[in-house]
C-alpha cells in the first residue's frame, strides 16, 4: 500500500487502515500470515485467521495461532485445507 498509510508492518494500526479502505472486506475472511506473534495477536483480536510462520525466536509464546507452518513455501497447502481456522 506504498505511501497511502503512514503505517507499515509491524505497526498493528495497519489493519484498522486496511478494513477501513476495504470496508466489503469481512474480517474473518482475512488470513494474516507472519513470524511476528505480537501482529498476529493483533489480526486474531480484529477477527482475522492467524498462521505463524515459525522461527527460533517465536515458537515459546503464550500466544496460540490457528495455523504454524514452518516454512512460507507450506502456506498454500495450510490454505487449500479447506478448515476453518479462526475461532
Known sequence: ?????EFSKPNPR???F???????????LITVIDDSLELLA??????MQTI??????NFNSAFVP?????????IEKELDSGKKINR
Do not use: H, Q
Not at 500500500?1 to 498509510?5: A, R, V
Not at 478494513?19 to 472486506?25: E, T
Not at 493483533?42 to 477477527?47: E, K
Not at 490457528?66 to 507450506?74: A, M, R, T
Open 42 to 47: 493483533t489480526g486474531r483480536s480484529m477477527l
Open 14 to 16: 495497519l489493519f484498522s
Open 52 to 57: 505463524l510462520v515459525e522461527n527460533s525466536k
Open 1 to 5: 500500500f506504498g505511501g497511502e498509510s
Open 66 to 74: 490457528d495455523g504454524v507452518i514452518k516454512d512460507i513455501l507450506e
Open 18 to 28: 486496511l478494513l477501513a479502505k476495504f470496508p466489503a472486506i469481512n474480517p474473518e
